[in-house]
């Protein structure tokens, strides 16, 4: 018996062997200062290889910052210079020994920069006089939090540089064997806070109307498809809703679900590939509790109304449940995260569940 889970899925000209598919998750684990910031190090091998070896189809290593200052904690990955591109080499081989495509999400996490560990002091905001602290860039002088610093607001020309930046960042995501960029637009960091109006207060050409709150977006999109090869794909991860317009309760104005659908249009025409949909902002509890998969009907949305293909994420955890929302058409693949933590076989697991087959390394065939 086949299952849609288990199918391959090409885009462009490059074929992914399943839709079981691992999200970026921070690790936090980097070296924050030196020769080593930003390299991965044996436990993100670790780590990775595992999800690798236990069947996932494709697995998109965690944000990895632009800039120095871009990262969301001193430990994160980075791809700002050849010495992170060489360690990434060692881990991008062993996937795709594995028969799994890498991925890597590249960011710059904006007002949201410069905080510890989660699990550290609950992962508070380092102030740039702390050591391995900074001061953080935004579109506006608005601080994510009462705790966080107020961040400087970016000149034209420097949001131009990090345009530029990113571009140089994809390039050695090239040069270190990874198949698929994928762009974070989402989760309050610096490209959704452009995005949305609660973060972007700018009245020039890169605040204010829709269009010009997506143009930061558009331009990086534009100069990262400029250097990433045609026949590979290219990822971007959006908030679908900062869960403050839906909200009844909070007048707050946010980008919306509507506005997702609008984008998912300007980002296919400009050489996006795949939408890969989450959310931003406070999640109601009830709606968790009640709705497991919660955020696939956003994708839905996107899937429908933009015609971009899109993968899904968040609480889905059962393989049943997984394979119902492919099999409905909900979306074209299924991002496994905590399920995946949990267990690094899931893929496996699943196959054995539903009737598919997964990748199994040589050395395992006995099991």
């Known amino acids: 018996m086949s299952t849609n889970l288990f199918s391959p899925y090409t885009l462009r000209e490059l074929t992914i062997p399943n839709r079981v598919w691992m999200p970026p998750m921070c690790q936090y684990s980097a070296a ?3 020769e080593a910031a930003g390299v991965p190090t044996d436990w993100h ?3 990775l290889a595992a999800r690798a070896a236990g069947g996932t189809g494709l697995i998109i290593v965690e944000a990895t910052a632009i800039t ?4 969301i904690s001193p430990y994160d990955l980075g791809l700002w210079n050849d010495t992170q591109v060489e360690a990434f080499r060692r881990i991008t081989s062993f996937l ?3 028969g799994t495509v890498p991925a890597v999400q590249l960011g710059h996490a904006g007002r949201k920069a410069s905080t510890e560990r989660t699990w550290v002091d609950r992962g508070r905001a380092l102030t740039p006089d702390e050591e391995h602290g900074w001061q953080p860039l935004a579109p506006s002088a608005a601080a994510f939090s009462p705790e966080h610093s107020t961040p400087d ?3 034209v020309d420097q949001i131009h540089e990090i345009v530029r930046k990113f571009a140089d960042a994809a390039r050695r995501a090239l040069d270190a064997g990874f198949q698929i960029v994928e762009l974070h637009g989402a989760h309050g960091y610096l490209i959704h806070q452009f995005l949305s109006p609660q973060s972007n207060h700018r009245t020039d050409a890169y605040g204010g109307s829709f ?3 997506i143009r930061f977006a558009l331009e990086v999109v534009d100069a990262v498809r400029a250097v990433w090869p045609e026949e590979l794909p290219l990822f971007f991860r959006v908030s679908a809703t900062d869960w403050l317009t839906e909200n009844p309760q909070d007048g707050r104005e946010g980008w919306t679900s509507q506005d997702t659908v609008r984008l998912a249009k300007e980002l296919q025409a400009h050489g996006v590939d795949l939408l890969d949909v989450s959310t931003g902002g406070l999640v109601p509890d009830a709606l968790i509790e009640a709705a497991p998969g919660f955020q696939v009907p956003f994708a839905e949305a996107v899937r429908d109304g933009a015609g971009l293909p899109v993968a899904t994420v968040g609480l889905i955890t059962d393989p049943a449940q997984a394979q119902d929302i492919l099999a409905s058409g909900r979306a074209d693949a299924v991002l496994i995260g ?3 933590l949990r267990d690094p076989f899931w893929a496996r697991h699943a196959a054995a569940e539903l009737g598919g087959e997964v990748h199994s390394p040589v050395q395992y065939h006995r099991a």
């Open 32 to 34: 924050p200062s030196g």
């Open 45 to 47: 091998f670790t780590h």
């Open 68 to 71: 120095p200052e871009g990262r």
């Open 96 to 98: 795709k020994e594995q």
């Open 153 to 155: 607001e970016l000149t």
């Open 211 to 213: 269009e010009g709150r």
């Open 338 to 340: 905590r399920a995946l």
